[in-house]
T-cell receptor, first 112, second 115 residues
Framework: DGGITQSPKYLFRKEGQNVTLSCEQN?????MYWYRQDPGQGLRLIYY???????QKGDIAEGYSVSREKKESFPLTVTSAQKNPTAFYLC???????????FGPGTRLTVT | AQSVAQPEDQVNVAEGNPLTVKCTYS??????LFWYVQYPNRGLQFLLK??????LVKGSYGFEAEFNKSQTSFHLKKPSALVSDSALYFC?????????????FGKGTSLLVTP
Protein backbone atom coordinates (compact mmCIF):
# COMPACT_ATOMS: atom_id res chain seq x y z
CA ASP A 1 0.00 0.00 0.00
CA GLY A 2 3.00 2.26 0.37
CA GLY A 3 2.81 5.74 -1.07
CA ILE A 4 -0.98 5.96 -1.23
CA THR A 5 -2.97 6.87 1.84
CA GLN A 6 -6.70 6.78 2.33
CA SER A 7 -8.41 8.16 5.37
CA PRO A 8 -10.22 7.28 7.42
CA LYS A 9 -10.09 3.47 7.38
CA TYR A 10 -13.68 3.22 8.65
CA LEU A 11 -16.37 5.83 8.14
CA PHE A 12 -19.94 5.89 9.39
CA ARG A 13 -22.61 8.27 8.14
CA LYS A 14 -26.32 8.74 8.37
CA GLU A 15 -28.42 8.39 5.24
CA GLY A 16 -28.89 11.69 3.44
CA GLN A 17 -25.47 13.10 4.33
CA ASN A 18 -22.68 13.73 1.84
CA VAL A 19 -19.30 12.33 2.80
CA THR A 20 -15.83 12.89 1.35
CA LEU A 21 -13.18 10.18 1.21
CA SER A 22 -9.56 11.23 1.09
CA CYS A 23 -6.88 9.83 -1.23
CA GLU A 24 -3.31 11.15 -1.24
CA GLN A 25 -0.25 9.82 -3.04
CA ASN A 26 3.41 10.78 -2.84
CA UNK A 27 4.51 8.66 -5.80
CA UNK A 28 4.38 11.55 -8.28
CA UNK A 29 1.88 9.56 -10.31
CA UNK A 30 -0.16 11.37 -12.93
CA UNK A 31 -3.21 9.11 -13.04
CA MET A 32 -5.53 8.38 -10.12
CA TYR A 33 -8.58 6.16 -9.83
CA TRP A 34 -11.50 5.40 -7.53
CA TYR A 35 -13.08 1.95 -7.33
CA ARG A 36 -15.93 0.54 -5.35
CA GLN A 37 -15.81 -3.04 -4.07
CA ASP A 38 -18.86 -5.04 -3.07
CA PRO A 39 -18.80 -8.72 -2.07
CA GLY A 40 -18.87 -11.01 -5.09
CA GLN A 41 -18.77 -8.15 -7.59
CA GLY A 42 -15.10 -7.39 -7.87
CA LEU A 43 -14.01 -3.79 -8.36
CA ARG A 44 -16.02 -1.27 -10.33
CA LEU A 45 -14.59 1.99 -11.61
CA ILE A 46 -16.22 5.17 -10.30
CA TYR A 47 -14.02 8.01 -11.61
CA TYR A 48 -10.51 8.44 -12.90
CA UNK A 49 -8.18 11.31 -13.63
CA UNK A 50 -5.18 11.34 -15.96
CA UNK A 51 -3.99 14.86 -15.15
CA UNK A 52 -4.71 17.71 -12.77
CA UNK A 53 -8.03 19.50 -13.32
CA UNK A 54 -9.35 16.74 -15.55
CA UNK A 55 -11.35 13.63 -14.70
CA GLN A 56 -13.69 11.16 -16.39
CA LYS A 57 -16.65 9.10 -15.30
CA GLY A 58 -16.23 5.39 -14.90
CA ASP A 59 -18.87 2.70 -15.04
CA ILE A 60 -20.77 3.70 -11.89
CA ALA A 61 -20.28 7.46 -11.47
CA GLU A 62 -23.89 8.30 -10.58
CA GLY A 63 -24.16 9.66 -7.04
CA TYR A 64 -20.43 10.42 -6.79
CA SER A 65 -18.26 13.44 -7.48
CA VAL A 66 -14.51 14.08 -7.54
CA SER A 67 -11.99 16.86 -7.89
CA ARG A 68 -8.34 16.93 -8.95
CA GLU A 69 -6.91 20.27 -7.94
CA LYS A 70 -3.50 18.87 -7.02
CA LYS A 71 -1.49 16.05 -8.55
CA GLU A 72 -1.19 14.21 -5.25
CA SER A 73 -4.84 14.39 -4.16
CA PHE A 74 -8.05 12.92 -5.59
CA PRO A 75 -10.93 13.15 -3.07
CA LEU A 76 -14.20 11.33 -3.68
CA THR A 77 -17.53 12.67 -2.44
CA VAL A 78 -20.34 10.20 -1.94
CA THR A 79 -23.51 12.23 -2.24
CA SER A 80 -26.97 11.59 -0.86
CA ALA A 81 -28.02 10.68 -4.42
CA GLN A 82 -26.01 7.45 -4.24
CA LYS A 83 -28.64 4.84 -3.45
CA ASN A 84 -26.41 2.15 -1.97
CA PRO A 85 -23.30 3.89 -0.62
CA THR A 86 -22.23 1.24 1.87
CA ALA A 87 -19.14 -0.38 0.36
CA PHE A 88 -15.36 -0.64 0.47
CA TYR A 89 -13.76 2.20 -1.53
CA LEU A 90 -10.32 1.84 -3.06
CA CYS A 91 -8.12 4.54 -4.52
CA UNK A 92 -5.28 3.77 -6.95
CA UNK A 93 -2.63 5.61 -8.90
CA UNK A 94 -0.44 4.94 -11.93
CA UNK A 95 2.78 6.52 -13.09
CA UNK A 96 3.27 7.92 -16.55
CA UNK A 97 4.56 5.22 -18.88
CA UNK A 98 3.64 2.45 -16.45
CA UNK A 99 0.87 -0.07 -16.91
CA UNK A 100 0.07 -1.25 -13.40
CA UNK A 101 -1.92 0.63 -10.80
CA UNK A 102 -1.00 0.78 -7.13
CA PHE A 103 -3.70 0.76 -4.51
CA GLY A 104 -4.29 2.44 -1.19
CA PRO A 105 -5.51 0.52 1.88
CA GLY A 106 -9.17 1.42 1.30
CA THR A 107 -11.98 3.08 3.26
CA ARG A 108 -14.96 1.10 4.45
CA LEU A 109 -18.04 3.33 4.39
CA THR A 110 -21.17 2.36 6.25
CA VAL A 111 -24.31 4.41 5.79
CA THR A 112 -27.31 3.74 8.01
CA ALA B 1 -15.59 -4.35 -24.65
CA GLN B 2 -12.40 -5.47 -22.94
CA SER B 3 -13.21 -7.87 -20.14
CA VAL B 4 -11.89 -10.75 -18.06
CA ALA B 5 -13.70 -13.63 -16.42
CA GLN B 6 -12.71 -15.69 -13.42
CA PRO B 7 -14.76 -18.88 -13.65
CA GLU B 8 -14.12 -20.06 -10.09
CA ASP B 9 -15.44 -18.27 -7.01
CA GLN B 10 -13.21 -20.35 -4.76
CA VAL B 11 -10.19 -22.58 -5.14
CA ASN B 12 -9.05 -24.96 -2.39
CA VAL B 13 -5.59 -26.47 -2.33
CA ALA B 14 -3.44 -28.23 0.23
CA GLU B 15 -0.23 -26.60 1.39
CA GLY B 16 2.71 -27.71 -0.72
CA ASN B 17 0.58 -28.57 -3.74
CA PRO B 18 0.64 -26.53 -6.94
CA LEU B 19 -2.11 -23.97 -7.36
CA THR B 20 -3.84 -22.49 -10.38
CA VAL B 21 -6.29 -19.61 -10.42
CA LYS B 22 -8.01 -19.25 -13.78
CA CYS B 23 -8.67 -16.16 -15.88
CA THR B 24 -9.94 -15.82 -19.43
CA TYR B 25 -10.06 -12.61 -21.41
CA SER B 26 -12.04 -11.03 -24.20
CA UNK B 27 -10.32 -8.13 -25.93
CA UNK B 28 -9.91 -6.55 -29.30
CA UNK B 29 -6.29 -6.12 -30.16
CA UNK B 30 -3.39 -7.05 -27.92
CA UNK B 31 -4.34 -7.72 -24.30
CA UNK B 32 -2.59 -6.07 -21.38
CA LEU B 33 -3.32 -8.37 -18.42
CA PHE B 34 -2.70 -8.15 -14.70
CA TRP B 35 -3.02 -10.16 -11.49
CA TYR B 36 -3.61 -8.62 -8.07
CA VAL B 37 -4.01 -10.12 -4.60
CA GLN B 38 -6.11 -8.77 -1.74
CA TYR B 39 -5.86 -9.74 1.93
CA PRO B 40 -8.88 -9.10 4.18
CA ASN B 41 -9.74 -5.43 4.63
CA ARG B 42 -6.67 -4.33 2.67
CA GLY B 43 -5.99 -2.74 -0.68
CA LEU B 44 -4.93 -4.70 -3.73
CA GLN B 45 -1.30 -5.67 -4.23
CA PHE B 46 0.13 -5.96 -7.74
CA LEU B 47 1.53 -9.42 -8.52
CA LEU B 48 2.44 -9.42 -12.19
CA LYS B 49 1.50 -8.27 -15.67
CA UNK B 50 1.63 -9.43 -19.27
CA UNK B 51 2.25 -6.78 -21.89
CA UNK B 52 4.19 -8.56 -24.58
CA UNK B 53 7.01 -11.06 -24.93
CA UNK B 54 7.37 -14.38 -23.12
CA UNK B 55 4.15 -16.21 -22.44
CA LEU B 56 5.32 -17.17 -18.95
CA VAL B 57 5.44 -14.14 -16.68
CA LYS B 58 7.09 -14.23 -13.26
CA GLY B 59 5.90 -12.03 -10.45
CA SER B 60 6.01 -11.40 -6.73
CA TYR B 61 5.94 -14.03 -3.94
CA GLY B 62 6.77 -16.91 -6.28
CA PHE B 63 3.72 -16.47 -8.48
CA GLU B 64 3.76 -16.77 -12.24
CA ALA B 65 1.16 -16.59 -14.97
CA GLU B 66 0.89 -18.22 -18.35
CA PHE B 67 -0.49 -16.24 -21.27
CA ASN B 68 -2.20 -18.45 -23.85
CA LYS B 69 -3.42 -16.62 -26.91
CA SER B 70 -5.20 -19.55 -28.53
CA GLN B 71 -7.20 -20.24 -25.36
CA THR B 72 -7.51 -16.53 -24.44
CA SER B 73 -6.37 -17.36 -20.94
CA PHE B 74 -4.01 -15.91 -18.37
CA HIS B 75 -3.94 -18.36 -15.48
CA LEU B 76 -2.07 -17.61 -12.26
CA LYS B 77 0.13 -20.40 -10.94
CA LYS B 78 2.44 -21.25 -8.09
CA PRO B 79 4.42 -24.51 -7.82
CA SER B 80 3.97 -24.96 -4.07
CA ALA B 81 1.17 -23.23 -2.16
CA LEU B 82 1.58 -21.70 1.29
CA VAL B 83 -1.13 -21.17 3.89
CA SER B 84 -0.23 -17.48 3.74
CA ASP B 85 -1.26 -17.43 0.05
CA SER B 86 -4.88 -17.64 1.18
CA ALA B 87 -6.47 -14.45 -0.13
CA LEU B 88 -8.69 -13.00 -2.84
CA TYR B 89 -7.15 -12.88 -6.32
CA PHE B 90 -8.20 -10.58 -9.13
CA CYS B 91 -7.44 -10.72 -12.81
CA UNK B 92 -7.67 -7.44 -14.75
CA UNK B 93 -7.36 -6.12 -18.30
CA UNK B 94 -6.41 -2.64 -19.44
CA UNK B 95 -9.09 -0.67 -21.23
CA UNK B 96 -8.36 2.38 -23.32
CA UNK B 97 -10.55 5.35 -24.07
CA UNK B 98 -10.02 8.79 -25.53
CA UNK B 99 -9.48 9.97 -21.97
CA UNK B 100 -6.80 7.48 -20.99
CA UNK B 101 -6.47 4.04 -19.45
CA UNK B 102 -8.26 2.13 -16.71
CA UNK B 103 -8.57 -1.48 -15.58
CA UNK B 104 -11.53 -3.84 -15.83
CA PHE B 105 -11.42 -6.44 -13.07
CA GLY B 106 -12.82 -9.91 -12.79
CA LYS B 107 -15.06 -10.73 -9.85
CA GLY B 108 -12.26 -12.36 -7.93
CA THR B 109 -11.35 -15.87 -6.83
CA SER B 110 -10.96 -16.76 -3.19
CA LEU B 111 -7.98 -19.04 -2.63
CA LEU B 112 -7.91 -21.21 0.49
CA VAL B 113 -4.73 -23.11 1.27
CA THR B 114 -5.16 -25.67 4.02
CA PRO B 115 -2.32 -27.03 6.17
Amino acid sequence: DGGITQSPKYLFRKEGQNVTLSCEQNLNHDAMYWYRQDPGQGLRLIYYSQIVNDFQKGDIAEGYSVSREKKESFPLTVTSAQKNPTAFYLCASRGLGHYEQYFGPGTRLTVT
Amino acid sequence: AQSVAQPEDQVNVAEGNPLTVKCTYSVSGNPYLFWYVQYPNRGLQFLLKYITGDNLVKGSYGFEAEFNKSQTSFHLKKPSALVSDSALYFCAVRVESNSGYALNFGKGTSLLVTP
